[in-house]
Nanobody, 121 residues
């Protein structure tokens, strides 16, 4: 079993910055993607940013230019640097790791416990 432990959330004023971290309890083999999702009250969970095994990144349109996803394979950790935060960024943020299953089109999903990000003055 793999546990993903998130940290770095909190309360920040509009225009401020936060950096989220998600550390795996152990090294994970055959990672397909690492990503950050978020869920605001009354809304579906949405993909915020994703980094593929080759290092390519994908961002939700509303966070492009403001958020940066990165990883440190040696530390088994994925990060989300969030700059120029807006009130609409307020949500619970979840990290996600998809592990490739040999011979299958599907992967195994691991989820962090979620960390609250609140952007308010």
């Amino acid at each position: 079993q793999v546990q993903l432990v998130e940290s770095g959330g909190g309360l920040v004023q509009p225009g401020g910055s936060l950096k989220l971290s998600c550390a795996a309890s152990r090294s994970i083999d055959n990672i397909r993607t690492m990503a950050w999702y978020r869920q605001a009250p009354g809304k579906q969970r949405e993909l915020v940013a994703m980094i593929g095994s080759g290092g390519t990144t994908t961002y939700e349109d509303s966070v492009k230019g403001r958020f940066t996803i990165s990883r440190d394979n040696a530390k088994n950790t994925v990060y989300l640097q969030m700059n120029s935060l807006k009130p609409e960024d307020t949500a619970v943020y979840y990290c996600n790791v998809v592990v490739q299953i040999s011979g299958s089109l599907y992967g195994r999903n691991y989820w962090g416990q979620g960390t609250q990000v609140t952007v308010s003055s």
